[in-house]
């Protein structure tokens, strides 16, 4: 029988100190959301959907909404409990809490190899053509990691000015690109004409717009490391708990907003021939269509300011799963060890390096480092799930005065979500660029439940 599960830390592990502010927690979580994904990896989306893509970040919004109020309620009602994992912990067992501990883990630790790669491709164009790309990737690796084993205080004021960029570039461009779609541009007129003049809305039909939740519900990923990074905050846990809400929310608006924007600009089946011959922003095309001067160059910064932002949020949050791991008892116990600034300084060290040896991979090994991405293809779907069917559970346990923060049409709202993800995973079974990642990422959750058997195995013997 699985051992009896709790929110206690074992006997002598330290605790992380309070260091945190909440504009630290809200601008970590927008670092890991912010990234990649919407400024390169939304060119495909809208080629492959049009502008219709829209509806579909909406979707994609609407399930992670669901998923990061429930985290919210479980946060108030279960404080100082670590990573928002540990709640599959308390009601499903410990072998929820393992399995998604690590798999949470293993995701960031791949995300930051990703995002590091991606940086230095950007950076290559500054650089002498001699400097391989997978040299540039180590040493932005290297770098954040320096920035992580500062105090988490400095690290959080670094977040916060990472982040804070990348939002005032896109509250900006939002900005810019309203006012030439309503009549700031050559012509005079409104553009909004572009939303259905190329075969209409919805141009390929509205099963890819349904379909293209598989591929965007990654980019919405981040949002949870608000209760992550609760366990470093001053305030109190309904202020990190209301975050897990309104960050989404705000994330949301950044979403929809720019990318209705940019197919308001641009013409979609513009961005779709532009993507089969080179993967390049939209938001730089669309700054070149509204004849902002610079517009690549100025791109080119921001998306690496935010590839930098949100690789540094990986390490950060990937070395504090794995301390709460230890903390209960799943992972090495000396990794709990903490440094004279209070650093969990070997979680992150174990964090970086095995996100150097992922870029090493990339640029040696690139078919096992492409298992290994598309292993973590449908981890936050398993993970996201799991931890609403441990707040199905747990919302018949939780005393009435510690539902300070409920969440909306309960249960239906649960069934709803984890529906709605199972369908993406349906979907991912018959979509064949999606079927591999399905296959790896199911195979990742085996290992690690066959881990967890292992692991007990050595603990209680």
């Known amino acids: 029988m699985d051992e009896p599960a709790t929110t206690d830390a074992l006997p002598g592990a330290p605790t992380l100190a309070k260091s945190l502010r909440a504009r630290h927690v809200a601008m970590i979580s927008i670092g890991g959301i912010i990234g990649g994904g919407l400024f390169v990896n939304s060119m495909v989306a ?22 990061m109020r429930m985290i919210g309620e479980m ?12 709640f599959a912990r308390i009601g499903l067992g410990n072998l929820a809490g393992f399995t998604s501990g690590w798999l949470y883990w293993y995701f960031w630790v791949v995300v930051v190899a990703f995002e590091a790669i991606v940086g230095a491709r950007i950076m290559a164009q500054w650089l002498p053509p001699e400097i391989p790309p997978w040299v540039t990737a180590a ?3 290297v770098l954040l990691t320096g920035s992580n084993l500062l105090s988490t205080r400095s690290y959080g004021e670094f977040e916060f000015w990472f982040s804070s960029i990348k939002v005032v570039a896109i509250i900006v461009f939002i900005v810019i690109g309203c006012a030439y779609i309503f009549g700031w ?28 939740v598989v591929s965007l519900i990654f980019t919405l990923v981040g949002a949870e490391i608000a209760t992550v990074a609760a366990a470093e905050a001053r305030e109190g846990q309904k202020v990190i708990a209301n975050l897990t809400t309104t960050l989404v929310f705000r994330i949301l608006v950044f979403y929809v907003l720019s990318i209705a924007v940019i197919v308001a600009v ?20 669309a700054l070149d269509k509204v004849g902002i001067p610079g517009a690549v160059m100025a791109m080119d910064i921001i998306v690496l300011v935010a590839v930098l932002s949100c690789l540094n949020s990986g390490i950060y949050v990937a070395s504090r799963v794995m301390f709460t791991l230890a903390s209960k008892g799943d992972a090495p116990r000396s990794i709990v060890k903490l440094d004279k600034r209070g650093v969990p300084a070997r979680a992150i060290l174990v964090a970086a390096v095995l996100s150097l040896v992922c870029v090493v991979m990339d640029a040696f090994l690139k078919d096992w480092f492409s298992f290994l991405l598309n292993a973590s293809g449908a981890l936050m779907l398993f993970i996201y799930m799991t931890i609403v069917a441990a707040h199905l559970v747990l919302r018949k346990r939780i005393p009435p005065e510690k539902l300070q923060l409920k969440t909306w049409f309960y249960p239906w709202s649960g069934i709803i979500a984890f529906a709605a993800m199972g369908a993406v995973l349906v979907a991912m079974a018959f979509k064949e660029g999606s ?3 399905l296959i790896a990422s199911t195979a990742c959750l ?3 439940v066959a881990g967890y058997f292992i692991f007990r195995h050595r603990r209680t013997t």
């Open 266 to 285: 641009v013409p979609w089946t513009e961005i779709a021939a532009q993507s089969k011959i080179q993967v390049m922003s939209p938001f730089t095309m």
């Open 75 to 86: 946060a108030m009602a279960y404080p100082d409990t670590g990573a928002f994992t540990e």
């Open 446 to 448: 085996l290992v690690f």
């Open 185 to 212: 541009n050559p012509t005079g007129q409104s553009t909004l004409g572009n939303l259905v003049s190329y075969d209409g809305f919805a141009p390929m039909g509205w099963s890819p717009v349904l379909v293209g």
């Open 46 to 67: 809208i080629a492959n959907i049009g502008p219709a893509v829209v509806v579909s970040y909406l979707l994609t919004g609407a399930i992670v909404f669901l998923v």
């Open 139 to 141: 040493v932005l690796t």
């Open 435 to 437: 079927r591999n990642e």
